[in-house]
């Protein structure tokens, strides 16, 4: 039986997994990537190093980003909204700090499974390092709407 899930389940599939897909379109042709992400707020956290996804975000910042769980039943979330690329010079340093360490905190738990660097430093204030000569970025997903569904065998 397939059901809706009520925005308090929604949130703590957000909170509790670690990866999701964040979908972006270039131009007509869509893009999908996996994303090590925090969701905290109304908001997905991730980060990347400059490159192919950055510009298709910078050019169209409208995406959607699903996460699942798969047990012995399944639930997925959808979330719509607006990419939003975060500097470190504006950024609050305290609001700055507190994303880079449950980010850090988040990809430091999973990099040597996966292979993620942890592409951020704490020299006096958070600040973005480089990752193969590329700078790293961190942004946020400001969710626009969240809609989530799930299935469970009926017995």
Known sequence: ??????????????????????????????????????????SIYGQTTEGKKI???????????????????????????TFDELDFERLEQTEASMIVELLTMRLGAIQQDVGISVPFGFTGRAAPLSVNEKKSTLFRILISEKTGRQFSAVT
């Not at 009520?6 to 379109?25: P, R, W, Y």
């Not at 510009?55 to 409208?62: A, G, K, S, W």
């Open 55 to 81: 510009d298709i975000l910078r050019r169209n910042p409208n995406v959607c980003f699903q996460v699942q769980r798969q047990t012995d039943h399944w639930k997925s979330v959808l979330c719509h909204g």
């Open 1 to 42: 039986m397939t059901e809706e899930l009520s925005n308090d389940q929604i949130d703590e599939l957000l909170t509790s997994e670690i990866f999701g897909h964040l979908a972006c379109v270039d131009g007509q042709k869509p893009y999908i990537i996996p994303l090590a992400f925090v969701f905290y707020g109304n």
